[in-house]
């Protein structure tokens, strides 16, 4: 436990220290004479001591108070600069992101980088949400490509593309329009998109069995143990086809909603989220799927 003195004697003492002068500090502190004196009465009745000499009509530092001055006067500096830095951090410029854990972790996160470089005063946070419970935590957007239908404030940002995706030994056969495989992997709450896919590729894919998860890393990580066809959006498994770790034999199929990004915060866009918004369309046109 600190055993210390109110901050305001403190404070008091050390413009007096400062200073010179209880009528200078006063003007420093923006405190009347009187006021100044009785805390720096308050302060030797604490210590049980002395701080100053008198000097003429002024005050001086005895040794105890040039002791205590120097350690004061460097406390309350650090004390000071802390508070800036705290205060610059709260009233930088920020955004706050709502979006899928999945395109989250495996894209947004990943990409950030680039949009610190070109906004370094911008802080950006990330809340998840998924397609079972859209929900925004007060952000100021949310993305996503799973809503079934879109406010009219919503803003389009780029093409998705979805496409079958399986471990490289895993059985697939084709005839015509029909593949037949063991297992097809659904997310819970956006099994449409097999239909979606179907309907857009003039694919049907015939399954002895189905797996379901609720959250499409889970599929992914599924279709990586080679337990089953997943589809899953091109940007969020690059790193797995370039090193051969999934294969696409049926390529990637454009969904004709998008990514989308809806305003979600009750204040109007900032000019913080307008920059992101602005940034996130070039740098998802910029790693766009190949279909």
């Given at each position: 436990m600190?055993?210390?003195?109110?901050?305001?004697?403190l404070?008091?003492?050390?413009a007096?220290?400062?200073?010179?002068?209880?009528t200078?500090?006063?003007?420093?502190?923006?405190r009347?004479h009187g006021?100044?004196?009785k805390?720096?009465?308050a302060?030797q009745?604490?210590?049980?001591?002395?701080l100053?000499d008198k000097?003429?009509?002024?005050?001086?530092?005895?040794?105890?108070g040039?002791?205590?001055?120097?350690s004061?006067g460097?406390a309350l500096?650090r004390l000071?600069?802390a508070?800036?830095?705290a205060c610059a951090?709260?009233?930088?410029?920020?955004?706050h992101?709502?979006c899928?854990?999945?395109?989250?972790m495996?894209?947004?996160?990943?990409h950030?980088?680039?949009f610190?470089?070109?906004h370094p005063?911008?802080?950006?946070?990330?809340?998840m949400?998924?397609?079972?419970?859209?929900r925004?935590?007060d952000?100021d957007?949310?993305?996503?490509?799973?809503l079934?239908s879109?406010?009219?404030?919503?803003?389009?940002?780029?093409?998705v593309n979805?496409g079958?995706?399986a471990a490289?030994?895993?059985?697939?056969?084709r005839?015509g329009?029909?593949?037949?495989?063991?297992?097809?992997?659904v997310?819970?709450?956006t099994?449409?998109?097999?239909d979606d896919?179907?309907a857009r590729?003039g694919l049907?894919?015939e399954?002895e069995?189905?797996?379901?998860?609720?959250h499409?890393?889970?599929c992914?990580e599924?279709?990586l143990a080679?337990?089953?066809v997943?589809?899953?959006?091109r940007?969020l498994i690059g790193q797995?086809?370039?090193?051969?770790r999934l294969?696409a034999p049926f390529?990637?199929t454009?969904?004709e909603?998008?990514?989308?990004?809806?305003?979600?915060?009750?204040?109007?866009?900032?000019?913080?989220a307008a920059?992101?918004?602005d940034?996130?369309?070039?740098?998802?046109?910029?790693?766009?799927s190949?279909?």
């Amino acid at each position: 436990m600190r055993r210390l003195p109110p901050l305001s004697t403190l404070r008091a003492f050390d413009a007096v220290a400062r200073l010179g002068s209880v009528t200078r500090a006063a003007e420093d502190l923006g405190r009347t004479h009187g006021a100044v004196s009785k805390q720096l009465r308050a302060l030797q009745e604490h210590l049980g001591a002395p701080l100053f000499d008198k000097a003429g009509t002024g005050l001086a530092l005895n040794a105890r108070g040039r002791t205590l001055a120097a350690s004061v006067g460097e406390a309350l500096d650090r004390l000071a600069s802390a508070y800036d830095a705290a205060c610059a951090d709260v009233r930088a410029p920020a955004v706050h992101v709502a979006c899928s854990a999945t395109f989250a972790m495996r894209w947004l996160a990943p990409h950030l980088a680039a949009f610190s470089r070109s906004h370094p005063d911008v802080r950006v946070r990330l809340s998840m949400t998924s397609a079972r419970e859209i929900r925004h935590e007060d952000a100021d957007l949310l993305i996503a490509w799973d809503l079934r239908s879109y406010p009219p404030a919503a803003i389009r940002l780029a093409d998705v593309n979805f496409g079958p995706v399986a471990a490289p030994a895993y059985p697939l056969e084709r005839s015509g329009a029909v593949v037949r495989a063991p297992c097809r992997i659904v997310h819970d709450f956006t099994s449409s998109a097999w239909d979606d896919w179907r309907a857009r590729s003039g694919l049907t894919i015939e399954a002895e069995r189905e797996l379901s998860f609720p959250h499409t890393h889970l599929c992914l990580e599924v279709a990586l143990a080679g337990l089953g066809v997943a589809l899953i959006e091109r940007r969020l498994i690059g790193q797995e086809l370039d090193d051969g770790r999934l294969t696409a034999p049926f390529g990637f199929t454009v969904f004709e909603d998008g990514l989308m990004a809806v305003p979600t915060a009750r204040r109007p866009l900032s000019r913080s989220a307008a920059a992101f918004l602005d940034w996130l369309a070039v740098e998802l046109a910029a790693s766009r799927s190949d279909v």
